[in-house]
């Protein structure tokens, strides 16, 4: 396989990525808000794909991981910030307007830290919970409580506080693990991340996607957990990214 066709191969998914966040903005406009955000999770399994082809053809670049970065801007910053603006903070003029943005600018943060810390590729942790996360915990969120064509008014009032809290935990120093890479070395090594991977995707499967949200909150607590055992046992020396 030639090197250009190589590089070519993960762009294809990096771009597909990109493309899903614009497709999900207009399906906001459009007011097909279940649509829209269904869109943001294919652009989530397109950044996972454009990584793993990456890692396959050996084809890992600065290039790749600048090109990523502004995809995940658009599909993980803007598209799920435009998406909870326009489906009901939207009725909060200024400070509905204000809250969208700071999931935005969350997430722009949370990745410009991780690109100027980036040393290698492979990682066992990530400190602040990682942009493509917190915008598919929102849309988990958004369509656990959209039912019948209307956004639950449960879900309206706590959506703010949803999407504060999410930029918050991204520009945190809670540290999360990173998902298991798909090859039988990372099976080996963590077959319980592998085991708790499965069980997420059958319990997503069952629910038809309404208990995605449980399954990131299961994730973002256990971070936090975390973080505050690790605070309390003075344990807690990993350099973070």
């Known amino acids: 396989m030639s090197p250009t066709i190589k590089r070519i191969i993960p762009n294809i998914f990096t771009f597909t990525n990109m493309v899903c966040g614009f497709l999900s903005i207009v399906y906001a406009t459009e007011g097909e808000f279940i649509i829209a955000a269904w869109l943001i999770f294919f652009a989530a399994l397109c950044d996972a794909l454009d990584g793993v082809a990456a890692r396959l053809t050996n084809s890992v670049s600065k290039f790749g991981v600048e090109i990523d970065s502004l995809a995940d801007v658009i599909s993980f910053g803007l598209a799920p910030a435009f998406l909870a603006y326009s489906i009901h903070l939207n009725s909060l003029p200024i400070i509905g307007l204000g809250i969208s943005s700071l999931f935005l600018i969350a997430g722009g943060y949370r990745l410009a830290r991780f690109n100027s810390n980036l040393v290698g590729n492979d990682k066992d942790f ?105 605070f309390v046992s003075g344990n807690s020396k990993t350099k973070p990214s």
């Open 126 to 230: 990530f400190y602040g919970l990682p942009i493509p996360s917190a915008a598919l915990t929102l849309i988990a969120f958004i369509i656990l409580f959209y039912n019948a064509d209307r956004f639950d008014s449960t879900g309206q009032i706590i959506l703010p506080y949803i999407v504060v809290a999410l930029a918050i935990l991204m520009v945190s120093k809670i540290k999360y693990e990173t998902l298991p890479k798909p090859s039988l070395k990372s099976l080996k090594a963590e077959p319980i991340k592998f085991l708790l991977a499965f069980v997420a995707l059958i319990i997503v499967v069952i629910t038809s996607g309404k208990g995605l949200f449980f399954v990131f909150t299961f994730y973002i607590l256990y971070g936090i957990l975390r973080q505050l055992i690790e």
